[in-house]
């Protein structure tokens, strides 16, 4: 009978929970805790952080070759579920600011340069080219886009490079007014500026189509996420396809959020997760998305210079593709400062087009490292 106890003790998980699991589950209990209390994008860090405190639990063979996430990992590994977000994203995506100001489109390309300081400052650290362009990509503030380039390039960092975009995304509010604060004067930040004209429809639908045909023709391999954006946008703006529209934002989108968000976790295993590389790539992933906000709010305020329309330089900041989360940043920034001051339409311009930005950017890495 005692043989039998000890026999039943041996195969718990208990007799094989080590301190390093112990590490990883507290660290998925805390991102629980502050995607609840705090709200740090919820929709996600609750799935990641499950998905973390699952494979973290000893002998749970989630990720084994015949395991429940593994199956569910081939949508990723196959580069299945982030075009599917980019669909939803699209189909909830309002291109309106965009056209009225294409400018803006300067602007979220500019913010898309800490992306390459990141690359560069993880080559500087020992990486090699395929780990630091997945690492760079943190910079642009998307967490799909990333979790696509890092499946593709450097399946390995995955968990530690999806928790930190996805964390620093959740962190914009605290992240980016003090850059975009050091970098302006409060006369800037004061800037109003003018009404944006209305935009049709014929070029709300132009739009997606024009976009696609310029961006894949120049770089074929952004097809699955550029393809899937403006594929979402077009039936949207398309204003015949209501149901799937709806499907496509709400429905669809959550389920791939789940499956995405809990298979993602399962890679953040304690003897992937807890070492020097991890903490890098969380330092550059920071790196990355602070020199993204800087560069955006510098070319913004050299646009503000030579423009003949006033441009307010904090627009620039919201170049980033955490979306709408980056534009409502700047937009209460401006209202501290005047309280009719309402930048959150200007701040969509650049904002929308970051999203574009980094999804050329991981297409960028893709030809030159595949």
């Not at 949508?75 to 294409?102: K, M, Q, W």
């Not at 395929?130 to 696509?148: N, Q, R």
């Not at 389920?255 to 976790?265: A, D, E, S």
């Not at 790196?287 to 003949?308: C, E, H, Q």
Request: aromatic share 10%; charged share 10%.
């Amino acid at each position: 009978m005692i043989d039998m106890l000890k026999e039943f003790l041996s195969s718990t998980g208990f007799a094989h929970l080590e301190f390093a699991n112990v590490i990883m589950i507290a660290v998925a209990i805390t991102l629980i805790v502050l995607s609840i209390s705090k709200k740090y994008e919820p929709y996600l860090l609750i799935p990641i952080s499950f998905g973390m405190l699952l494979v973290n639990l000893p002998l749970n063979g989630l990720m084994n070759q015949e395991g429940l996430l593994s199956y569910l990992y081939k949508g990723i590994e196959y580069g299945i579920y982030p075009p599917l977000i980019f669909l939803g994203v699209g189909a909830s995506t309002d291109f309106g600011a965009l056209i009225a100001n294409p400018k803006s489109l300067l602007l979220g390309a500019a913010a898309q340069f800490g992306i390459f300081v990141a690359f560069f400052g993880a080559i500087i650290f020992g990486f090699d080219a395929l780990e630091a362009a997945s690492i760079g990509i943190i910079g642009g503030a998307d967490g799909p886009t990333a979790i696509y380039l890092t499946s593709k390039l450097a399946p390995e960092l995955l968990g530690p490079i999806a928790v930190a975009a996805y964390s620093y995304m959740a962190l914009v509010p605290i992240i980016q007014p003090p850059i975009i604060k050091l970098l302006t004067t409060k006369k800037e930040r004061q800037i109003k500026m003018t009404q944006l004209r209305s935009v049709s429809k014929l070029e709300k639908i132009v739009f997606p189509i024009a976009v696609s045909i310029i961006v894949i023709l120049f770089i074929p391999s952004s097809v699955p996420l550029i393809g899937m954006f403006m594929f979402g946008n077009l039936l949207k703006e398309s204003q015949v396809v209501p149901k799937l529209v709806e499907s496509a934002n709400n429905s669809l989108m959550y389920i791939v959020t789940i499956l995405i968000g809990i298979t993602v976790g399962a890679k953040a295993s304690s003897d992937s997760f807890l070492n020097v590389e991890t903490l890098s790539i969380i330092a550059l992933g920071l790196v990355a998305f602070a020199f993204g906000t800087a560069s955006g709010v510098v070319f913004g305020k050299i646009m503000s210079k030579l423009s003949k329309d006033d441009v307010n330089p904090m627009i620039g900041a919201a170049g980033v593709s955490a979306v709408p989360m980056a534009a409502r940043v700047v937009h209460k920034l401006g209202l501290d400062e005047d309280k009719e001051n309402f930048l959150l339409m200007h701040a969509m311009g650049p904002n929308v087009a970051g999203v574009i930005g980094s999804a050329i950017a991981a297409g960028i890495f893709f030809n030159l490292f595949t």
